[in-house]
């Protein structure tokens, strides 16, 4: 499997909640890949933790350091990167995603919610309503998440590791699909 990709990075894209962390780690040790969480290499970039960044600078300054880690990103091999759910937001972000293979995890939005409903660490959900914003989030980038190469439907049952497993299966009809492009 290694050999197939060649080293091409993976990017794990989907809303936060959907499990790109946890799905993320076990994806890379199956890959014989590091794993990368994008959201903690900002936060060692700017020495501040996501929320002070958007209550300090705001989401524009967040998004302009999520552009830049994402491009230092790309340049590597051999890593499996969970992304922030915006990313798919900025054009130029894409052009950093697809230089590696991108996957989509796809939780229905009642799982993020239960997920969710303790977290204190997700700036977009403090809110009054937290469920409500999610629905309008997923519902605004879903369009967007769907230019993935792999698009990866969760179900609540689902463990990390059947998510991770069913990762690798597919990885191959995407290789294949994506070759047959260039
Ligand atoms: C965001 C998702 C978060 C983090 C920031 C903004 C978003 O990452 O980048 O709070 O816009 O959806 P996770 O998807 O890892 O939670």
Known sequence: MNDLLEGVNVFLIGMMGSGKTTVGHLLASQLGYRFCDSDVV???????????????????????????????????????????????????????????LIVWLDAPVEVLIERLKEDTTRPLLKQADPAQTLHQILEQRR????????????????????????????????????????
């Not at 698009?151 to 609540?156: E, K, L, S, T």
């Open 42 to 100: 900002i936060e060692q970039v700017a020495g501040k933790t996501i929320n002070e960044i958007f209550a300090e600078s705001g989401e524009a300054a967040f998004r302009q350091i999520e552009s830049q880690v994402l491009s230092e990103l790309s340049s590597y091999t051999k890593l499996v990167i969970a992304t922030g759910g915006g990313v798919v937001i900025k054009p130029i972000n894409w052009s950093y995603l697809h230089h590696g």
């Open 143 to 182: 369009g967007l998440y769907a230019e993935a190469d792999l698009h990866i439907r969760i179900d609540a049952k689902d463990t990390p590791e059947q998510i991770a497993s069913q990762i690798v299966t597919q990885i191959p009809t995407v290789l294949k699909e994506k070759g047959a492009q260039e």
